[in-house]
């Protein structure tokens, strides 16, 4: 079954669209699969289901779904997770395997904070990263997986890529800097 | 607050609490009046330098004549490009490496990588005044030891200079710009320039005949003479007298510190001022504010060095924080201002000086700090 085609992606519809699209503390990791059930099958469209958008949690979604039309079928969950805490992170200094860095709250903005980590909290493939001036995100919550809940905190590290377009764009503005403005 | 007489000085220092930027404005005689560095509440954004002059009724188009980047660190510029975007008068002027074309090019490069990024950092606000530069087609005024910057010879004379940095600190600079350049890295990783507070901008501010200010931004004490203020104790050519008025240059630190900058520089009990540093390591330490109470009667600092606190928050988040076993620390915001102003008329005049917010005077309660 094509899990890509929109028609099965039960998420696309709109009273859940605003929520996978515009809503980050959910994120949209799970699908349900519509099964055909008779030949005659009809669609319900969605927007007939008096359902209230704002629901809080995926599961909630799933449930009343499929209470309210019986076409729709779970064929399979993944995992699903929601963020309480975010930062954006600068390292300002690595001392063996730990590094300081200036932590901006995301959330609630205003002054900063100086955090402290463990390098073996970084997944393998950031780890090269971590040097100073490096830039993360740093995100604390919960995650949702077979009905277990755990608390999570992830550290992703910014990987900016940079193409000669940046490159030559960084010369021309150093040019025109250099011919546009007088030092005395 | 009120706005100084036209024939009188007037150093004001705003304090941020050691997180969000330091500034100086100074009234310089006439209605004319210089800002060196920027600060910012770190809520509003608004620039504090300007709060101030915009609060005692100075037109910010006309009167403010002179803008000074001391050094090209974080939290010591925060809002700096939006003071030069609103004091369309005001000459811009900062210490820069020799070769021009490499340093725009570091500094170019540093910016399209922090375009990608979105980062309120030093770079960002250094290239901003450089856009506006740019579109003002404006000079900028390199600063270098010796190097006048402002002068007026009617009315109340005076004369700003740079005492700092050196030409040893310009030269070190511009080979650290080539290895910068070099080793470009990551497009992640923002450039991190070496020990910027080498190349920090001292200002001896003249009034007239007699009075002196030396305004001592971050510069440190150097083993070589050829740098920091040994070089500026051995080799300045503009000091011509004493300075009355003493800002202590790198938040109090031991660094800072040297016996004869107190001997030779300043006259007896000078009015001095501090900006504490209060991120993870804290400054001034109580040893060194013991030092200079014992130099000068007259210490005051713009806020109290603290213990740092988490951050506070949800419950149900702290809690989180606390079980996952994180120690966060915030930098809070502390506003302090420390107005000193002088009768340049009288020459018997002493500073006076006025306290706000969190700004306190040092002296009385020492002792109190010291078993804190």
């Known amino acids: ?184 | 607050m009120d706005c100084p007489r036209y024939d009188e000085a007037e150093i004001t220092i705003i304090g941020t609490g050691g997180g969000y930027g330091e500034s100086v404005v100074a009234h310089i005689g006439d209605g004319e009046w210089l800002i060196v560095d920027s600060c910012i509440n770190p809520v509003t954004k608004a620039p504090l330098p300007l709060e101030y002059l915009e609060g005692i009724g100075v037109d910010l188009k006309t009167q403010v004549k002179l803008i000074i980047c001391t050094h090209w660190h974080d939290d010591h510029i925060q809002g700096i490009s939006t003071v030069l975007e609103n004091c369309p008068g005001a000459v811009f002027s900062m210490a820069r490496a020799h070769d021009l074309k490499k340093f725009l090019r570091l500094v170019s490069l540093d910016y399209q990588k922090l375009k990608k990024v979105s980062t309120n950092s030093a770079t960002n606000e250094f290239n901003r005044c450089l856009d506006i530069l740019l579109k003002r087609k404006a000079t900028a005024k390199a600063s270098d030891c010796d190097k006048i910057l402002y002068q007026r010879t009617v009315g109340i004379p005076v004369t700003v200079a740079a005492l700092s940095p050196s030409d040893e600190a310009i030269h070190r600079f511009d080979a650290e710009v080539s290895k910068l350049i070099t080793g470009f890295g990551s497009p992640s990783k923002r450039i991190q320039p070496l020990s910027p507070n080498a190349k920090s901008v001292v200002l001896l501010i003249k009034y007239g005949n007699s009075q002196r200010v030396i305004l001592g931004a971050d510069l440190e004490v150097d083993n070589n003479p050829n740098l920091g203020w040994l070089h500026i104790l051995d080799q300045s050519q503009v000091i011509d007298g004493k300075a009355s008025y003493f800002k202590i240059p790198h938040h109090g630190s031991l660094n800072g510190y040297h016996q004869r900058i107190w001997s030779e520089l300043l006259e007896e009990d000078p009015t001095t001022s501090i900006t504490p540093w209060n991120r993870n390591n804290k400054l001034p330490e109580p040893s060194m504010l013991e030092k200079y109470c014992s130099h000068s009667p007259y210490v005051f600092i713009t806020s109290a060095v603290k213990t740092s606190k988490p951050k506070e928050r949800d419950r149900m988040i702290s809690k989180m924080i606390k079980r996952m076993n994180y120690k966060l620390k915030e930098v809070k915001y502390e506003k302090g201002i420390i107005r000193s102003r002088l009768n340049l008329t009288n020459s018997n005049a002493k500073w006076e000086v006025k306290l706000f917010d969190s700004a306190f005077h040092v002296n009385p309660i020492l002792g109190k700090l010291i078993l804190q």
Request: hydrophobic letters at 35%; a negative charge; charged letters at 30%.
């Open chain 1, 1 to 184: 079954m094509n899990t890509k085609n929109n028609f099965n992606w039960a998420l696309d519809t709109p009273f859940t669209q605003d929520m996978h699209e515009n809503d980050e503390d959910i994120k949209a990791s799970f699908f349900v699969l519509r099964q055909k059930l008779t030949e005659n099958y009809k669609d319900e469209d969605p927007q007939e289901i008096n359902i209230d958008a704002r629901l809080k949690s995926a599961d909630e979604v799933v449930s009343k779904m499929v209470n309210h039309n019986p076409n729709y079928q779970i064929l399979g969950t993944r995992l699903y997770s929601k963020n309480v805490q975010k930062w954006k992170g600068h390292i300002i200094s690595v001392d063996g395997d730990t590094f300081t860095a200036k932590l901006y709250d995301l959330v609630q903005k205003g002054t900063y904070e100086i955090g402290e980590f463990e390098r073996a909290e970084v997944s393998q493939e950031d780890r090269d990263l971590i040097e100073e001036g490096a830039a993360f995100y740093w995100s604390l919550g919960y995650s949702w997986r077979e009905g277990q809940v755990t608390k999570e905190s992830v550290i992703r590290f910014q990987r900016v890529l940079w193409s000669q377009e940046d490159y030559d764009e960084a010369e021309d503005r150093a040019e025109n800097l250099y011919n546009s403005i007088s030092w005395e």
